[in-house]
């Protein structure tokens, strides 16, 4: 649920006279959350802020509520798929809330401790050239865009980069990647580049992001992929897929 702040925002610009994809382009915010705000009334949304302070005091996530804490403050830059991930490791079965509830429950939790999301500084340093067919870096995204009639979509990327090189393979589609289209994805990035490298290069928290993001359990989406990288021969059964975006070139 957006702030008083934001919910003041989105009435000044509706009262200024603007529509509710331009309120939205302004405040580089989702449209569907300038609509539900759009008409709704003060006391209204007192009355809903309310509802959601109880909702969340009132939890099945509360229980995890100093765990969680403690995680945030010491590393406020942490992603609601990296906490729900500790949770699942350090009790060895899946936390008693789906993701989306955990999600919600963290950004409260934010918001009522002033713990706002902080990027850690990273440290890049130059890497060696590598040799052709050495590596490739895999990556997802996606993006909103108008079309002609006005209408608001979001399209998804999926990328694959080779490092010597710097050949690209990109592919667009206008729903979230499935499980089998990640998969069907690096086949046909395999047979555009007429073979596949020695080594596979992921930023692991965008691809977790974009899953949280749209339903699938990142677990599940990196106990996938790790299976994946298993049939290709990329990495030993049992190791677990590392991060190392300190190592990444630049795309």
Same mark, same amino acid.
């Given at each position: 649920?957006?702030?008083?702040?934001?919910?003041? =925002?989105?009435?000044?610009l509706?009262?200024?006279?603007?529509?509710?994809?331009?309120?939205?382009?302004?405040?580089?915010?989702?449209?569907? #959350?300038?609509?539900?705000?759009?008409d709704?009334? +003060?006391?209204?949304?007192?009355?809903?802020?309310?509802?959601?302070?109880?909702?969340?005091?009132?939890?099945?996530?509360?229980?995890? =509520?100093?765990?969680?804490?403690?995680?945030?403050?010491?590393?406020?830059?942490?992603?609601?798929?990296?906490?729900?991930?500790?949770?699942?490791?350090k009790?060895?079965?899946?936390?008693?809330?789906?993701?989306?509830?955990?999600?919600?429950?963290?950004?409260?939790?934010?918001?009522?401790?002033?713990?706002?999301?902080?990027?850690?500084?990273?440290?890049?340093?130059?890497?060696?050239?590598?040799? +052709?067919?050495?590596?490739?870096?895999?990556?997802?995204?996606?993006?909103?865009? #108008?079309?002609?009639?006005?209408?608001?979509?979001?399209?998804?990327?999926f990328?694959?980069?080779?490092?010597?090189?710097?050949?690209?393979?990109?592919?667009?589609?206008? %729903?979230?990647?499935?499980?089998?289209?990640?998969?069907?994805? %690096?086949?046909?990035?395999?047979?555009?580049?007429?073979? /596949?490298?020695?080594?596979?290069?992921?930023?692991?928290?965008?691809?977790?992001?974009?899953?949280?993001?749209?339903?699938?359990?990142?677990?599940?989406?990196?106990? /996938?992929?790790?299976?994946?990288?298993?049939?290709?021969?990329?990495?030993?059964a049992?190791?677990?897929?590392?991060?190392?975006?300190?190592?990444?070139?630049?795309?």
């Open positions: 649920m957006t702030d008083w702040y934001m919910y003041n =925002e989105i009435q000044k509706k009262s200024m006279g603007f529509s509710k994809s331009r309120t939205a382009d302004k405040l580089q915010i989702n449209f569907r #959350t300038v609509k539900r705000y759009w709704m009334t +003060p006391a209204d949304y007192a009355d809903a802020f309310k509802d959601l302070h109880r909702n969340m005091r009132n939890s099945t996530a509360s229980r995890y =509520e100093q765990e969680i804490l403690a995680w945030l403050e010491q590393h406020p830059d942490l992603s609601s798929a990296q906490i729900y991930d500790w949770l699942y490791e009790y060895q079965t899946p936390p008693v809330v789906a993701e989306r509830t955990m999600r919600r429950y963290i950004a409260w939790l934010r918001e009522q401790h002033a713990i706002p999301r902080q990027s850690g500084l990273r440290s890049y340093e130059a890497v060696q050239e590598l040799p +052709p067919a050495e590596q490739a870096q895999v990556d997802m995204g996606s993006i909103p865009l #108008t079309r002609q009639d006005g209408a608001r979509i979001k399209v998804f990327c990328a694959m980069v080779l490092s010597h090189s710097r050949y690209k393979y990109a592919f667009w589609q206008d %729903h979230p990647f499935t499980t089998a289209e990640f998969i069907t994805a %690096h086949q046909n990035a395999f047979a555009f580049f007429g073979g /596949r490298p020695k080594q596979m290069v992921y930023d692991q928290d965008r691809v977790l992001a974009e899953s949280e993001n749209h339903g699938t359990s990142s677990t599940q989406k990196g106990s /996938r992929l790790t299976r994946l990288l298993c049939i290709l021969k990329f990495i030993s049992g190791e677990r897929i590392r991060n190392p975006r300190a190592k990444l070139r630049p795309l």
